[in-house]
Antibody, heavy 118, light 108 residues
Framework: QVHLVQSGAEVKKPGASVKVSCKAS????????ISWVRQAPGQGLEWMGW????????NSAQKLQGRLTMTTDTSTSTAYMELRSLRSDDTAIYYC???????????WGQGTLVTVSS | ENVLTQSPGTLSLSPGERATLSCRAS???????LAWYQQKPGQAPRLLMY???RRATGIPDRFSGSGSGTDFTLTISRLEPEDFAVYYC?????????FGQGTKVEIK
């Protein structure tokens, strides 16, 4: 069965960086994209971007460009999301999801809480 | 950016009642790229519908989706206790992908 397991909660100071991992299992990693979605406390879902696990192509929200880097390691079937220059409004739960154009994201990680606080 | 506006913000209904949730896009969305997600507190989103009207694996047939262009609807024919949650529409047909702000279905 398909599983996406994310790394644990992080507490960071403003201006720091965070790197969240998402380890996939139960399917051929390179056959699917990985999307990243975040959710601030009490708020809705915000799409951050996707990465093709096959060729590394990415697409991300313009507001995050310059601060967001998405990568994959096909040898370990792991996706990574790095966000730099953290601000307090980056405090959120960050989710990875297996993404298949047209078919949506049927599998999600458990979420990683990133808290940005001085 | 294709803005998705969901209405109502909150729907107060009783178990057994019908729920009708709306998602209106600021620009036309290919039906192939409109999905609905359900989220319960403390949980990751769950895919309900894709391609506007296709139920994801394991989703009961009381859930149905319809619509095209800029207007889409998620209908829950008879609410079960486990259906009280927040529902989001999502378009992946244009960049940036966007989510609606959500509709909370609460117990009346």
């Amino acid at each position: 069965q398909v599983h996406l397991v994310q790394s644990g909660a992080e507490v960071k100071k403003p201006g720091a960086s965070v790197k969240v991992s998402c380890k996939a299992s139960g399917y051929t990693f390179t056959n699917y994209f990985i999307s990243w979605v975040r959710q601030a406390p009490g708020q809705g879902l915000e799409w951050m971007g996707w990465i093709s696990s096959n060729n590394g192509n990415t697409n991300s929200a313009q507001k995050l460009q310059g601060r967001l880097t998405m990568t994959t390691d096909t040898s370990t079937s792991t996706a990574y999301m790095e966000l730099r220059s953290l601000r307090s409004d980056d405090t959120a739960i960050y989710y990875c999801a297996r993404d298949q154009p047209y078919y949506g994201s049927a599998y999600w990680g458990q979420g990683t809480l990133v808290t940005v606080s001085s | 950016e294709n803005v998705l506006t969901q209405s109502p913000g909150t729907l107060s209904l009783s178990p057994g009642e019908r729920a009708t949730l709306s998602c209106r896009a600021s620009q036309s969305v290919s039906s192939s790229h409109l999905a609905w997600y359900q989220q319960k507190p403390g949980q990751a989103p769950r895919l309900l519908m894709y391609g506007a009207s296709r139920r994801a694996t394991g989703i009961p047939d009381r859930f149905s989706g319809s619509g095209s262009g800029t207007d889409f609807t998620l209908t829950i024919s008879r609410l079960e206790p486990e259906d009280f949650a927040v529902y989001y529409c999502h378009q992946s047909g244009s960049s940036p992908r966007t989510f609606g702000q959500g509709t909370k279905v609460e117990i009346k």
